[in-house]
């Protein structure tokens, strides 16, 4: 799939306070923001951000508070002004957009969700659905049915004349995604929008993004400090750590590869069954041996005993799946000269295999009930790799350094 | 200690204003006359409304308006009222004292609401208002009274500019209290869908602001009203008439009669304002 970039962020920077270029001069220098504050109380709120947000995709922006995140979605529409940086949205660079453009760019691309939803308190649910094409100037039949419409989408059409206080949290947050879906913006910013409601109706708010996205694919920028709504959510997520962004990838590359110790700090608490499926997981490295099925029993024995490992998985010349063999089972086929001296009669009964798209709690039980790693094979069969208890374990106890001795003895016990 | 010598008075700030005075008096006049002309117009126009239709009309207006906004009990209040006024022979100078009140009241409200708008969007502006809202509201109406009278001479419109005077702070005040109590995240909704600066203070500010806006509405009205006595000792019709009448002549029931009518008239407009601020 080509990557098509929606928006493009070179190195911004936002400074508060009353003196934001001097604080730019000590950041050059190196200083710490603390040191900074200390001297000129001026905050850094946002420190040399790059990334790219692709065409299509959620993108969810995560921190704890303070952190910079809110800050920076702000950037992407100049509802904050930047100290310094660039914002390209379509190869445009909207920090340098006359106030008149900026307006324009905002009704035709961009539009916002909040936290604290921001419904017009004078206005029925219908007048706020449609308040951006209001300010867009469009005439009042058209721009209440579309309104119409995208209350249509999240269930509300029946509340159309209601004011928003008499709606509930979630009911409110539904009307504040309507004003946003009812401008068609190609770009949907949304500010912590679900984080003020309560878990249940948090969940459902996210399947029912889900379901709008997977009807119409729009870029969402997502703000979040809640870990697993970002990992439910995000196609991919950046980190932001004291107005810097630390890591940017997809939640599986940063569970499993997690650029620092406030990142693997921030995902100690996180599920990681839930999230990384067994292809993820499996490997093909140390825990297996990989024994083609031309290869007669006495060589693959001797190639098991060499490598010191219990079994080993046979591939044809596609590196489809056939089977396990054990020193064992090759052994009684070795001493029974009466069997025909083919591999395949070497192979353990009752082994299943796994396809990458389980989830690792799929997997769990199998993994448990055999010494053997559990084959992982690709929809066409093809074999990926494998997973033991011990990679298992290892994956649910992130913290530990990938190669501690004692891992590695472990993980060799029981190959 | 010289610094301390306050026998003697070392600066004649008195005497510099009473040339400034002066001097404004013997060159403006005419600038002054002239901008007399607009209250001048609107209060004969008010004046002309109430004299000719017929009090049983006027009666039933205030009395709708009450219903429609203040409801039964100040609908029954405002009948009694006006019958009492009328019955008590103060119709004409009540008629009189209506006519100023509104006058002045549109006319703090044409200068006063945009004025609280933009002091309630600039920080600086507010600040630059606050000491002239404070001196407005403080410095004894008598004081300005003789320069105002100098420059516009005596009469009804002296009175109600004299009025504007005292009656125009609150509702600058509650303009800006109302346009600074939106919460900022309605205007960043409003501006991250696209809105101009204007949009925004005509379809999220200003709507917002509303009910402060009709609050500082209300207390105009009510400072205007009280005004009315001080009105009439530079020559202003009304209900103060009776009132600085019955003080000079010591005709207590006199004076007493024309206070109750005032704190009558007060209360029905006060009730039927805070009813429209609150729909």
Known sequence: ?415 | MRIFNFDEQLIPLDEWIQTFVDWLVLNYREFFQIIKVPVEISLEGLEWLFFTLPPWLIIVAFAYAAWRYAGKRVTVFTVLTFFLIGYLGLWEDTMTTLAMVICSVVFCAVTGIPLGILAGRSDRFEMFMRPFLDAMQTTPAFVYLIPVVMLFSIGTVSGILATIVFALPPIIRLTSLGIRQVHPELIEAALAFGATPWQVLRKVQFPLALPSIMAGLNQTIMMALSMVVIAALIGAGGLGNPVVQGLNTLEIGLATIGGLSIVLLAMVLDRITQGIGQK
């Open chain 1, 1 to 415: 799939m080509a990557i098509d970039v929606k928006i493009e962020v070179r190195n911004l920077y936002k400074i508060f306070g009353p003196q934001p270029k001097k604080a730019m001069a000590m950041l050059e220098q190196g200083l710490e923001k603390e040191a900074i504050f200390e001297k000129t109380e001026t905050t850094v709120g946002v420190q040399d951000a790059s990334f790219e947000i692709y065409s299509g995709e959620i993108f969810v922006i995560m921190g704890l508070s303070g952190s910079g995140k809110s800050t920076m979605v702000r950037m992407l529409n100049r509802l904050i002004e930047p100290t310094a940086g660039q914002v390209l949205i379509d190869g445009e660079d909207i920090i340098a957009m006359s106030d008149d453009q900026l307006v324009k760019l905002r009704r035709a691309k961009l539009s916002m969700v909040f936290q604290s939803f921001a419904l017009m308190p004078h206005m029925t649910v219908l007048q706020n659905a449609a308040f951006g094409l209001e300010m867009d100037g469009i005439d009042k039949s058209t721009r209440e049915k579309r309104a119409l419409q995208a209350l249509e989408q999240v269930g509300l059409e029946a509340w159309a004349e209601s004011r928003p206080d008499e709606l509930s949290g979630g009911m409110q947050q539904r009307v504040g995604l309507a004003r946003g879906l009812a401008v068609d913006p190609d770009v949907l910013l949304m500010d912590e929008a679900f984080s003020a409601l309560d878990p249940l109706i948090r969940t459902e708010m996210q399947d029912e993004l889900l379901k709008l996205q997977a009807k119409a694919k729009r870029t969402i920028v997502f703000i979040s400090h809640d870990l697993d709504e970002a990992m439910r959510i995000g196609d991919r997520i950046a980190i932001m750590e004291g107005g810097r962004v630390v890591q940017v990838g997809t939640p599986e590359e940063i569970l499993q590869d997690p650029a620092d110790d406030y990142v693997r700090a921030f995902f100690r608490g996180v599920d990681p069954t839930n999230i990384l499926t067994a292809g993820d997981i499996a490997t093909v490295k140390q825990t297996t041996i990989v024994i083609t099925e031309g290869k007669n029993p006495r060589a693959a024995l001797q190639r098991l005993i060499k490598d010191d490992r219990d079994f080993g998985y046979v591939l044809d010349s596609e590196r489809i799946f056939k089977g396990i063999i054990s020193a064992d089972s090759l052994r009684e086929l070795i001493d029974d000269s009466a069997r025909e001296q083919l591999i395949q009669n070497a192979f353990i009964d009752d082994v299943m295999s796994a396809n990458s798209s389980d989830s690792m709690q799929d997997i769990l039980p199998e993994v448990a009930s055999h010494p053997w790693a559990l084959p992982i094979l690709s929809d066409s069969g093809e074999y990926l790799g494998a997973v033991s208890k011990n990679l298992f374990l290892r994956t649910l106890h992130r913290d530990q350094p990938e190669d501690q001795p004692v891992t590695e003895q472990l993980s060799n016990g029981a190959v």
